[in-house]
């Protein structure tokens, strides 16, 4: 692989911003919306402000790819989201909490397409490697390494999106990872004393020194056979540390 390949370039993206309930999708009930005694929403009410919300995400997904998140404005995202300025602050109220809201959604649908698990299935390396490819081709993704610098470069100031992206992306990971080693666990085919250490030296062994050098541009993305390979090299490894003997 070439070792000094440049840093791909184009918009950076931005990750989302944390907004005001612990959940991360697109679907989180936390419109920040006054409900007076008067005031009811029925069912097809409910479902337009679903509707609206993800229209709105969609609009600020474009706008935080383009400009970044110190670029982006609320104006901009009410324009490309088809909305009026007054509309986008009923459902954000700041462009920090909008950000945090499309990082917890972007975030909840990468989990839902990455991790998936065999938990009956009796081949656990088979999984793995499976699971692990489909984690580094996420993870190297050239909007993946952009939220994540985004993230970065904000989060000294606005913790809370490190925060956000942290428990919708890293953790939720970890956590439905150590439920897949459990299950195996139970079945006798591994052996450790906490899953969710394990799971998080798997995710470790994956990345090795490989994703800090293209995060940090020192090398290109390498070709998909180069994070296979990688993913099979710390399969090995946990599997000897870990497989029931």
């Known amino acids: 692989m070439n070792r000094s390949g440049p840093c791909p370039t184009g918009a950076r993206p931005a990750g989302p911003r944390p907004g005001r309930s612990a959940g991360f999708g697109v679907d989180d009930q936390e419109y920040p919306l006054a409900a007076s005694p008067e005031t009811t929403l029925d069912v097809p009410q409910a479902r337009d402000d679903g509707a609206k919300r993800r229209q709105i995400l969609d609009g600020a997904r474009r706008v935080f790819l383009s400009t970044g998140f110190d670029g982006a404005s609320m104006n901009e995202v009410a324009r490309a989201s088809g909305v009026s300025k007054g509309t986008l602050y009923v459902y954000f109220a700041s462009k920090e909490e909008l950000f945090a ?125 180069e994070i296979e390979a990688q993913v099979k090299r710390a399969v090995d490894l946990f599997l000897r540390a870990y497989a029931a003997a």
Do not use: N
Not at 191 to 196: C, F, G, I, S
């Open 101 to 225: 809201a499309l990082l917890r959604a972007e975030k909840r649908e990468q989990a839902e397409q990455v991790c998936r698990f065999d938990d009956g299935g009796p081949d656990v390396r088979a999984t793995l490697d499976a699971f692990g490819a489909r984690f580094m081709d996420l993870l190297l993704r050239p909007d993946s390494l952009a939220h994540l610098r985004t993230v970065m470069a904000v989060a000294p100031k606005f913790p809370e999106i490190g925060r956000a992206y942290y428990e919708a992306g890293p953790e939720t990971g970890r956590r439905r990872l150590a439920v897949y080693f459990d299950r195996q666990v139970e079945a006798g085919r591994l052996a450790m004393p906490d899953t969710l250490a394990a799971a998080q030296q798997f995710f470790d062994l994956c990345k090795a020194g490989l994703f800090l050098e293209v995060l940090l541009c020192v090398v290109p993305r390498p070709a998909q056979g």
